[in-house]
């Protein structure tokens, strides 16, 4: 993003696009959907591959979908899932959650997920959004919070991952433990009416732990994070491969379960 201050520390590596397209609005926005009317326009900021999108714009059949991400080429993939579900009411675009590129009042609904936890400055970015937003619609955030992740078998080299990667993500200017902190933020940038909530996701059954552990033993390895890892000074390769057969060794005990915290707030424009 042209004003961005902060890094996304995951990168597109083909294991962290895994975890993006699981993602539905059953799974990842259920706190909105109780909101939505047929009529409205939607703005997805931070939208990736575009499942989530494409599940909002089948819930407003009368009105219009907009996601926005920073990074072209991921906005291709998004395009492809919308067609491949026939949606004529949304449409893809390259933009900046700091300098919104509309106009005041222009959505009914401003939705992020998994962004303001990457942004360097998540109050400001919540004012753009809320300055977009129409008088009585909705500004939706949900993030994770790293630090309240929780898992079993209590395996030390995910005890280091979490450790690593909160380090690398605030090296990068981030905030991992955003979920958590989403109702102060949202009050800093001057929202009164707020409703808050959080929400996990859960992974325990047998091909959920297969899923779950190798797209993270994958992405410690490969990924955009792994080399800001190595190249910020925060960890060896050797640490990254020690790292990534913890995710497999807790992937193949079949008592492993794995629980992520997200907060969520509601924003009602006034």
């Known amino acids: 993003m042209a004003n961005e201050t902060a890094v996304y520390t995951h990168g597109h590596h083909e294991s962290v696009l895994r975890s993006h397209r699981w993602r539905t609005a059953a799974n990842s926005a259920a706190y909105l959907l109780g909101e939505l009317k047929p009529h409205m326009r939607i703005l997805d900021v931070g939208c990736g591959p575009g499942t989530i999108t494409a599940d909002l714009a089948g819930l407003v059949p009368q009105g219009e979908v907009i996601g926005l991400d920073s990074e072209p080429g991921i906005l291709e993939q998004a395009r492809r899932e919308a067609q491949a579900r026939g949606l004529g009411n949304v449409s893809f675009t390259t933009g900046d959650v700091n300098a919104l590129g509309y106009p005041d009042a222009s959505f009914c609904v401003v939705h992020a997920h998994q962004v303001l936890q990457h942004v360097g400055d998540p109050v400001g970015a919540l004012r753009e959004m809320r300055r977009v937003t129409k008088p009585g619609g909705i500004v939706a955030v949900r993030d994770s919070d790293y630090a309240g992740f929780v898992w079993y078998p209590q395996i030390p080299a995910l005890d280091d991952w979490l450790d690593l990667y909160r380090r690398v993500a605030r090296a990068n200017g981030g905030e991992p433990d955003a979920g958590r902190r989403l109702r102060a933020w949202a009050r800093e940038a001057g929202f009164t009416d707020i409703t808050s909530s959080s929400s996990t996701w859960c992974y325990a ?22 080399d800001r890892a190595v190249e910020g000074g925060h960890a060896t390769q050797d640490d990254l491969r020690r790292i990534a057969g913890g995710w497999r060794e807790w992937a193949a005990s079949e008592d492993a379960w794995f629980s992520v915290p997200h907060g969520e707030i509601l924003c009602r424009v006034t």
Do not use: F, K, M, N
């Open 205 to 226: 059954a047998p091909e959920e732990r297969d899923w779950w552990g190798g797209l993270w033993a994958d992405r410690t390895v490969q990924s955009s994070y792994a």
